[in-house]
């Protein structure tokens, strides 16, 4: 295989003159002329790991060796294949998960955003994302990324006290995190996230806004909080059912979310999201395409995407996901082009739960326009406005439903999950009734 490099280069320099136009113009809105069903984000997975994260039950591996040309090759061709069968022609974003993806080469990242660019268009300016650890992420290796098209990172900084750092099970020490965040900020200023947790066994939470504090004297403009979730088969989960740990304190993790939402708030941060803080307009366009229920394909082993596969004759939005295992997923691509081991067809109803459900997380809501999309025949006045359940909720200001849509409060976002019980079954009941009266009657 020829080396993509130099063409990658070529999109990399396209992309600056872009964007250095757009900042002139002054960030506008958004600018997409392709339909819906030709639009996609891309998100790309990198399975491999240096060490397992006591905490974490991601699709990952940790090798002896990684055959990175072999992977790099079903990478590309597994993202031309599903661009071919989604029949999308503009990829907006595209982000590059894991796993680290960080400790792949620079020349992979090239390799699969080339063929990108051949196979659709990719905006000139399009967001594209790296995940990275403070470990596997020199500032040269980071500056290399940036060469290839990597235009924004995404830090798996998630504490800066070296012992939760240690019970973690991360390889790198608060020390390494703050050093390779100075270094991504000077080589990506304003485009660097990081994500910190919270909830962790034996946390206080006095300690941890003390290192959100310290963290807003060296973040940039995006902070993501997480909460732990202690999942069965990972280490933590056995050290604390072991009792070696204290269980992780729901409440003291709800205080601390509370109280770091204010800290970040006052600090010039807008929550966008339930988990997801920005100032200075540095939202993060790959994940808001999640939330507004956009297309998305998922490349690499165990990814998952939810497209209509329109190249392929499709009439439904299809939820997909890619085979787990990276040797399989190797496997099957080299024979069918792509390691799909789900299809799954989403119905009217599970596609407008999902618009509901995944809208709610930000802080706009849903649309009137936005939920026209998906249904044109049943509005969200018809579906909410009617009902008592929804008027309590409204009345005791955790919702709002007016002449822009449906959105959470500010209160309202931090129990978005309780609002979600009154919400579902109302919206299954309308769609129930809506179909009723579509019912010929005998
Ligand atoms: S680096 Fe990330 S994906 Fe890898 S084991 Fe740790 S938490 Fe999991």
């Given at each position: 295989?020829?080396?993509?490099?130099?063409?990658?280069?070529?999109?990399?320099?396209?992309?600056?003159?872009?964007?250095?136009?757009?900042?002139?113009?002054?960030?506008?809105?958004?600018?997409?002329?392709?339909?819906?069903?030709?639009?996609?984000s891309?998100?790309?997975?990198?399975?491999?790991?240096?060490?397992?994260?006591?905490?974490?039950?991601?699709?990952?591996?940790?090798?002896?060796?990684?055959?990175?040309?072999?992977?790099?090759?079903?990478?590309?061709?597994?993202?031309?294949?599903?661009?071919?069968?989604?029949?999308?022609?503009?990829?907006?974003?595209?982000?590059?998960?894991?796993?680290?993806?960080?400790?792949?080469?620079?020349?992979?990242?090239?390799a699969?955003?080339?063929?990108?660019?051949?196979?659709?268009?990719?905006?000139?300016?399009?967001?594209?994302?790296?995940?990275?650890?403070?470990t596997?992420?020199?500032g040269s290796?980071?500056?290399?990324?940036?060469?290839?098209?990597?235009?924004?990172?995404?830090?798996g900084?998630?504490?800066?006290?070296?012992?939760?750092?240690?019970?973690?099970?991360?390889t790198?020490?608060?020390?390494?995190?703050?050093?390779?965040?100075?270094?991504?900020?000077?080589?990506?200023?304003?485009?660097?996230?990081?994500d910190?947790?919270?909830?962790?066994?034996?946390q206080?939470?006095?300690?941890?806004?003390?290192?959100?504090?310290?963290?807003?004297?060296?973040?940039?403009?995006?902070?993501s909080?997480?909460?732990?979730?202690?999942?069965?088969?990972?280490?933590?989960?056995?050290?604390?059912?072991?009792?070696?740990?204290?269980?992780?304190?729901?409440?003291?993790?709800?205080?601390?979310?509370?109280?770091?939402?204010?800290?970040?708030?006052?600090?010039?941060?807008?929550?966008?999201?339930?988990?997801?803080?920005?100032?200075?307009?540095?939202l993060?366009?790959?994940?808001?395409?999640?939330?507004?229920?956009?297309?998305?394909?998922?490349?690499g082993?165990?990814?998952?995407?939810?497209?209509?596969?329109?190249?392929?004759?499709?009439?439904?939005?299809?939820?997909?996901?890619?085979?787990?295992?990276?040797?399989?997923?190797?496997?099957?691509?080299?024979?069918?082009?792509?390691?799909?081991?789900?299809?799954?067809?989403?119905?009217?109803?599970?596609?407008?739960?999902e618009?509901?459900?995944?809208?709610?997380?930000?802080?706009?809501?849903?649309?009137?326009?936005?939920?026209?999309?998906?249904?044109?025949?049943?509005?969200?006045?018809?579906?909410?406005?009617?009902?008592?359940?929804?008027?309590?909720?409204?009345?005791?200001?955790?919702?709002?439903?007016?002449?822009?849509?449906?959105r959470?409060?500010?209160?309202?976002?931090?129990?978005?999950?309780?609002?979600?019980?009154?919400?579902?079954?109302?919206?299954?009941?309308?769609?129930?009734?809506?179909?009723?009266?579509?019912?010929?009657?005998?």
């Open positions: 295989m020829t080396l993509p490099r130099v063409r990658a280069c070529g999109w990399v320099a396209a992309a600056k003159a872009a964007q250095r136009r757009h900042q002139a113009e002054g960030a506008g809105g958004p600018r997409c002329p392709a339909p819906r069903s030709q639009r996609a891309l998100y790309i997975h990198w399975p491999y790991c240096e060490k397992r994260c006591g905490y974490c039950n991601f699709n990952k591996y940790i090798p002896r060796g990684v055959e990175e040309a072999a992977v790099r090759s079903c990478l590309v061709t597994e993202a031309q294949t599903l661009l071919l069968l989604s029949g999308v022609r503009r990829v907006e974003s595209v982000f590059f998960g894991g796993g680290t993806p960080s400790l792949a080469s620079p020349h992979t990242v090239a699969v955003l080339e063929a990108v660019a051949q196979a659709a268009y990719l905006p000139a300016d399009a967001e594209v994302t790296l995940e990275a650890n403070p596997s992420s020199a290796r980071l500056a290399a990324f940036g060469t290839v098209g990597v235009n924004r990172l995404s830090i900084l998630q504490s800066l006290d070296d012992a939760e750092l240690q019970l973690l099970g991360r790198h020490s608060a020390s390494d995190a703050l050093r390779t965040l100075a270094e991504a900020r000077h080589l990506f200023p304003g485009r660097v996230s990081v910190l947790m919270l909830g962790l066994p034996a206080q939470v006095g300690p941890w806004l003390g290192q959100l504090q310290e963290l807003l004297c060296h973040c940039d403009d995006h902070v909080l997480y909460q732990l979730s202690l999942e069965r088969g990972t280490a933590l989960f056995a050290q604390v059912q072991q009792g070696a740990l204290p269980a992780p304190d729901p409440e003291l993790a709800a205080e601390m979310y509370q109280k770091g939402r204010v800290v970040l708030r006052e600090a010039g941060f807008r929550q966008y999201e339930v988990s997801n803080f920005a100032r200075n307009g540095a993060s366009t790959h994940n808001w395409n999640y939330w507004q229920c956009g297309q998305y394909l998922g490349v082993p165990g990814a998952h995407g939810r497209f209509l596969p329109q190249g392929a004759g499709g009439h439904t939005r299809e939820a997909r996901i890619q085979t787990l295992e990276p040797d399989n997923w190797m496997k099957e691509v080299k024979l069918f082009g792509h390691g799909t081991r789900k299809r799954v067809p989403l119905g009217e109803l599970e596609l407008l739960e618009v509901l459900v995944m809208g709610l997380r930000t802080d706009l809501g849903i649309t009137h326009q936005h939920w026209q999309q998906f249904e044109p025949q049943l509005t969200l006045w018809d579906v909410f406005g009617t009902s008592k359940e929804v008027k309590e909720l409204l009345e005791q200001g955790l919702l709002l439903l007016d002449h822009r849509g449906l959470c409060s500010w209160e309202g976002l931090a129990v978005l999950d309780s609002l979600l019980l009154t919400l579902l079954p109302q919206l299954q009941e309308a769609w129930q009734q809506r179909i009723s009266t579509l019912v010929p009657r005998g």
